[in-house]
T-cell receptor, first 117, second 116 residues
């Protein structure tokens, strides 16, 4: 089984400032890691994913995340945020050991990012 | 590619009524997932299909919930005898899987259910 903890429920930040949204996970098997963004009254949009290879992954809208296996973390960063980045962000994991039980995503509780002018 | 679509987008019903939601996945995606999201929480897995076979159901999916994907394309999620605790956003996602399981799930806009 997997679990995900997003350490901050809300992150306020000023426009053009850097931001980091923190995500820690636990799992008894190897995992794939994802960040999704959800704008009000919309479904989830994939920002980026880590499947294998380089631990630094780049996604859409200037976001990037770094997989740290020893710390079981997958923090999301952006060097300069815009007003339009205001949304809720979800970290998710999926077991990758194969088999049917590893299809589902396990999500964190979400972090609301609010960018102020 | 038109993305995952869900219908209806909003549903208001009275306690005790039955409701049915539909999800149309991205064409040729063989996996389809249902999740439920309550206010202030992340989505929680309900069930998923590979083609027409339902491969896993969460313990969250009580006997009042049933999902089908009869022809391996669209899926329906039915809730019988709705309760106020069923009020939530119901999200559908689809993915393409072949060989090694490295699918990425793409989500629809969701169906918001309100039970009065």
């Amino acid at each position: 089984a997997q679990s995900v903890t997003q350490l901050d429920s809300q992150v306020p930040v000023f426009e053009e400032a850097p931001v980091e949204l923190r995500c820690n996970y636990s799992s008894s098997v190897s995992v794939y890691l994802f960040w999704y963004v959800q704008y009000p009254n919309q479904g989830l949009q994939l920002l980026l994913k880590y499947l294998s290879g380089s631990t630094l992954v780049k996604g859409i809208n200037g976001f990037e995340a770094e997989f740290n296996k020893s710390q079981t973390s997958f923090h999301l960063r952006k060097p300069s945020v815009h007003i339009s980045d205001t949304a809720e962000y979800f970290c998710a994991v999926r077991g990758n050991a194969g088999g049917t039980s590893y299809g589902k995503l396990t999500f964190g509780q979400g972090t609301i990012l609010t960018v102020h002018p | 590619d038109t993305g995952v679509s869900q219908d209806p987008r909003h549903k208001i019903t009275k306690r005790g009524q039955n409701v049915t939601f539909r999800c149309d996945p991205i064409s040729e995606h063989n996996r389809l997932y249902w999740y439920r999201q309550t206010l202030g929480q992340g989505p929680e897995f309900l069930t998923y299909f590979q083609n027409e076979a339902q491969l896993e159901k969460s313990r969250l999916l009580s006997d009042r919930f049933s999902a089908e994907r009869p022809k391996g394309s669209f899926s329906t999620l039915e809730i019988q005898r709705t309760e106020q605790g069923d009020s939530a956003m119901y999200l559908c996602a689809s993915s393409e899987t072949s060989g090694v399981i490295t699918d990425t799930q793409y989500f629809g806009p969701g169906t918001r259910l309100t039970v009065l």
